[in-house]
């Protein structure tokens, strides 16, 4: 069964971090993510103690910015209502569209990506760093 999804608060920055380290080459620290907590134009969710989603709401426009499940909870939906729940957010906050990029090698991302609706729409050449990968540019069209 998954946790609820709930608006995150300051109080799971340290969680948010773990996992974003199991997760990411270049991880978020606590003091970023702080910053993430005092800028109106981010939401952050959680699920659980089992994974985060950081998004940036801009004019009409959703960024995903980082998604991450903890290590022993993929594979159980929990991305996918990560994902929903940053759809969701977008609407409300009338956006048209989500976008996201994801490293060009991260099969299990891009299938999620893919099977929540987005459509690819471009590359970044270069765009991560440690190791160095091209990105894939995905949007999710909010009707």
């Avoid at 994974?51 to 426009?61: L, Q, R």
């Avoid at 929990?78 to 991260?106: F, H, K, P, Q």
């Amino acid at each position: 069964m998954i946790s609820e999804v709930r608006h995150a608060d300051v109080g799971d920055i340290e969680l948010i971090a773990e996992i974003s380290a199991e997760n990411l080459h270049e991880s978020w620290s606590a003091g970023s993510l702080r910053g993430i907590f005092e800028n109106a134009a981010y939401r952050v969710f959680v699920c659980g103690r089992l994974g985060y989603i950081i998004i940036s709401v801009v004019a009409d426009e959703c960024s995903i910015l980082s998604l991450g499940v903890s290590a022993g909870s993929r594979r159980r939906g929990i991305g996918r209502a990560l994902t929903e729940a940053a759809a969701a957010c977008a609407r409300e906050c009338d956006c048209s569209a989500v976008y996201l990029e994801v490293r060009a090698s991260n099969a299990p991302a891009v299938k999620l990506y893919e099977s929540c609706g987005f459509e690819y729409c471009g590359k970044r050449p270069g765009f991560y760093q440690n190791p160095a990968e091209d990105a894939k540019l995905y949007k999710f069209s909010i009707i």
